[in-house]
């Protein structure tokens, strides 16, 4: 649709307004008494957060493609219908395909209390069908307020069972990794990289000073960052997700990301809300089942 017919449609004045953004690719500006934010409709994927008088809460790599068919770097990359490199067969998209398609705008509203709804909706395409055979709708709700809240609801609109995981894969915008800390992951278990053996996280704080690559299981709780740079904590509360993954690519690796500058890895952590652990934390959804996870992400006081 294009973007004058979507302002016809969907626009609220200057609260919700579409344009033609980076890469040509269509956006949607959010700005109300609380907040504002910029989102993708290529891949549901939110730009920038920031409540008033803040900086933004999420990060972007200023060398990030803005192109069909490719992921953004930065923002909320959405992971669907699988995290991480498919189970079996690896040429396969990472991360799945829902980042790398364009949504369908569902629904734009003010809502009573000043924040604004945005819901973006995905369904099996000819690209997503070769790749993953199922019916489905995808539902991927923003409201903008003093918080984020995202959520992505998944139902399964076919006639046979399928199982998916997914991330909502948040960059954080921090001012420096070596000056933050992550609260809310002391006794939980993970696995690092690739590595199968479960270890426990000891330590009530998660600190960075090396590549970090972290699927802590069976993980249903907050986490809060906090910032001693930026002076902020940020909360991240989640429901229906059951792992809490957790990166930073470090000094080495962010030199091996072609659309990051080498040094972009000091400036974002990811935590992100999850159900990733193939075998462990799939959704497993009969016809007509739906399933959401939700993330909210805000400033503690
Ligand atoms: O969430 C961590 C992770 O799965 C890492 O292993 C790392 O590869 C990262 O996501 C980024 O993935 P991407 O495909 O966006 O480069």
């Excluded at 972007?60 to 995290?83: D, H, N, Q, Y």
């Excluded at 995808?138 to 609109?157: Q, R």
């Amino acid at each position: 649709m294009k973007v004058e017919t979507l302002n016809e449609k969907f626009g609220i004045g200057k609260q919700a307004h579409f344009c033609s953004g980076k890469g040509g690719l269509t956006m949607i500006n959010i700005s109300n008494n609380l907040a504002t934010a910029t989102i993708a409709l290529h891949g549901a994927h939110i730009l920038s957060f920031l409540p008033n008088g803040q900086k933004d809460i999420l990060w972007m790599s200023e060398l990030s493609l803005f192109e069909t068919g490719k992921a953004i770097r930065g923002g909320i990359p959405v992971c669907f219908p699988w995290f991480g490199h498919h189970s079996t067969d690896k040429t396969k998209p990472q991360h799945g395909f829902a980042r790398l398609q364009e949504w369908k705008v569902s629904q734009v509203k003010a809502n009573e209390d000043g924040s604004t709804l945005v819901s973006l909706l995905l369904k099996e395409t000819e690209v997503s069908l070769p790749l993953w055979p199922f019916a489905f709708a995808a539902t991927l709700d923003f409201i903008i307020g003093k918080t984020l809240e995202v959520k992505l609801t998944v139902t399964n609109t076919g006639n046979t069972t399928f199982e998916y995981s997914d991330a909502l894969h948040t960059y954080f915008n921090i001012s420096d990794i070596s000056r933050i800390r992550i609260e809310g992951l002391h006794k939980a278990t993970y696995y690092e990289g690739f590595a199968m053996d479960l270890k426990t996280q000891e330590s009530t704080n998660l600190t960075f000073s090396t590549e970090t690559n972290r699927r802590y299981v069976n993980h249903s709780g907050d986490c809060t960052i906090t910032d001693q740079g930026y002076n902020r904590k940020i909360k991240v509360a989640k429901t229906g997700s059951w792992v809490t993954v957790v990166w930073n690519p470090g000094e080495a690796t962010a030199k091996t990301i072609s659309d990051m500058v080498p040094d972009g890895y000091k400036t974002f952590v990811c935590a992100e809300p999850a159900n990733a652990y193939t075998g462990i934390d799939m959704i497993v959804l009969a016809a007509g089942e739906s399933h959401t996870l939700t993330a909210t992400i805000g400033l503690m006081e």
